[in-house]
Every structure is written in C-alpha cells, then in structure tokens.
C-alpha cells in the first residue's frame, strides 16, 4: 500500500518557514521497481479493494486536483482513464514532486504536476476545479481549518470534493473528538528521527468542519477493513459539495 502524501508546512512564531522535506525517503523502492501508469484506484487503505474513482462521478472533461498527490500514481490513473480535461497534482515535498516528474512528466498536458504548498495552491485558484481529492494526503497533514475553506473556494459552486482518511489511528488509538492533530514519527532527508502533525478526526467532526467550511451534502462512511491484518487501519471515505452561491 502507497497512498499519497504531501509535505506540511512548519510554523514558528507565527511565520510559515521552510521546513525539511520530511518525504525525501517515502515511496523510492517503489519507485524503482514499479512506473506504470496503475489500471485500478482505490481509496481504501490497504488499496486492494473496495470504491474505486466512481465516488468521483464522471470526470470526462472536468479540471481535477488530487491534494497531496506523492508520486501522483492516482493522478496518473485518472488522467489516462477518465478522460479528465486535466488533472493537476500538487503536493509541496521537492522529493515526491521529482519521483512524480520522473514517473509520470510524459503524460501532459492532461496530467499537470505542481510544487506548492496544497492550500497556498488552492487560495491562488479560485473557482478553478470541478473535482479536488485526496488520497491519504493533504487532508491528513494539514490544519482543516486552513485546508478545507482554501478547498471551497477552488471549487466552483457545486463541484465535488472527496477524500480518504484514518478512522483510526495507525497503533489502534481512536480518532479524535475534535480538530486536534497528533505527532506522528518522521524522518528527516539526512535521516534523523523527527515528527509531523496528522488529523485522525471522528466523523462528526469532519462533518461539522466541512460545514463550517462552506460544504453541503456531505457524507461519511467507514469503509468495510478487506485485506491486510485484523491491526488494519480502518478507512474514512468522506464526500460533499461546495455550497452554490446565494
């Protein structure tokens, strides 16, 4: 399982600063092994089964952005099966936007791969996607609160945002009852052992932050645990739209 990601950004004193890339090691032996373009997406977390990029409705001529794509294998499936008018892939680790070039720069101009920080990127684009997605990415490693008002306004009213996420914390931990992030283990590029911020959040706490946020017909489903061991990570598949205008 390789779900995407996408580097956070560091705060201090108030100020956004550079940060190390803390995704420099993710996904390398994959890389070397595997660069096919993938012929199945799935949102679960083991990613062997279940929904698939059907919960993205049709995608023939819409503009797509996958939030925190990595190596932007998800991007790469839908723009070589659905028949997007693009998909843009944003994730702001240098490391994974470097694999994703290396995997996938062949398939522009319908795959478009972007560095930038996921809501400096959506703030920038107004109205400017049909669909935006996540796939363990963005959405877990950035404050909801920053992330999903930047999300709204990108949309254009009525488009569709959907996104996969830990209903659980990896060592078992349940979610939590409020917008509140955990320290989770990482690893510097120069390997030293560090830690970033993720949003493990119950459901109804996404609803309500999608709410906030300017998000209408939402809906939060605990994805049925398929594969891998009883200690599996289950999977939150959370869908909504963006409020037309008044």
């Given at each position: 399982?390789?779900?995407?990601?996408?580097?956070?950004?560091?705060?201090?004193?108030?100020?956004?600063?550079?940060?190390p890339?803390?995704?420099?090691?993710?996904?390398?032996?994959?890389?070397?092994?595997?660069?096919?373009?993938?012929?199945?997406?799935?949102?679960?977390?083991?990613?062997?089964?279940?929904?698939?990029?059907?919960?993205?409705?049709?995608?023939?001529?819409?503009?797509?952005?996958?939030?925190?794509?990595?190596?932007?294998?998800?991007?790469?499936?839908?723009?070589v099966?659905?028949?997007?008018?693009?998909?843009?892939?944003?994730?702001?680790?240098?490391?994974q936007?470097?694999?994703?070039?290396?995997?996938?720069?062949?398939?522009a101009?319908?795959?478009?791969?972007?560095?930038?920080?996921?809501?400096?990127?959506?703030?920038?684009?107004?109205?400017?996607?049909?669909?935006?997605?996540?796939?363990?990415?963005?959405?877990?490693?950035?404050?909801?609160?920053?992330?999903?008002?930047?999300?709204?306004?990108?949309?254009?009213?009525?488009?569709?945002?959907?996104?996969?996420?830990?209903?659980?914390?990896?060592?078992?931990?349940?979610?939590?009852?409020?917008?509140?992030a955990?320290?989770?283990?990482?690893?510097?590029?120069?390997?030293?052992?560090?830690?970033?911020?993720?949003?493990?959040?119950?459901?109804?706490?996404?609803?309500?932050?999608?709410?906030?946020?300017?998000?209408?017909?939402?809906?939060?489903?605990?994805?049925?645990?398929?594969?891998?061991?009883?200690?599996?990570?289950?999977?939150?598949?959370?869908?909504?739209?963006?409020?037309?205008?008044?």
């Open positions: 399982m390789e779900p995407a990601l996408c580097a956070g950004r560091a705060h201090q004193d108030g100020a956004v600063t550079d940060a890339d803390l995704w420099h090691h993710y996904g390398r032996t994959r890389a070397e092994r595997d660069r096919a373009v993938p012929g199945r997406f799935f949102w679960e977390w083991n990613q062997d089964d279940g929904p698939g990029p059907e919960v993205l409705g049709d995608l023939t001529g819409r503009v797509v952005g996958d939030l925190g794509s990595g190596a932007a294998r998800h991007a790469a499936h839908l723009a099966h659905h028949r997007p008018a693009e998909v843009v892939a944003i994730d702001a680790s240098p490391a936007h470097a694999m994703a070039q290396g995997l996938f720069r062949h398939l101009p319908r795959l478009r791969l972007v560095r930038s920080d996921v809501v400096d990127h959506l703030r920038a684009a107004r109205g400017a996607y049909d669909v935006l997605y996540s796939v363990f990415g963005a959405v877990d490693f950035t404050d909801p609160r920053e992330l999903l008002p930047s999300a709204a306004v990108a949309l254009r009213p009525g488009g569709r945002l959907v996104f996969s996420s830990l209903a659980n914390y990896l060592g078992g931990a349940a979610a939590q009852p409020d917008v509140v955990a320290d989770i283990p990482a690893r510097t590029p120069d390997g030293d052992a560090t830690t970033m911020q993720r949003w493990v959040l119950q459901e109804h706490v996404w609803t309500k932050a999608l709410d906030t946020a300017g998000f209408t017909d939402i809906s939060v489903t605990l994805l049925p645990l398929t594969g891998g061991s009883g200690s599996s990570p289950r999977t939150l598949l959370v869908a909504a739209r963006r409020r037309h205008e008044s």
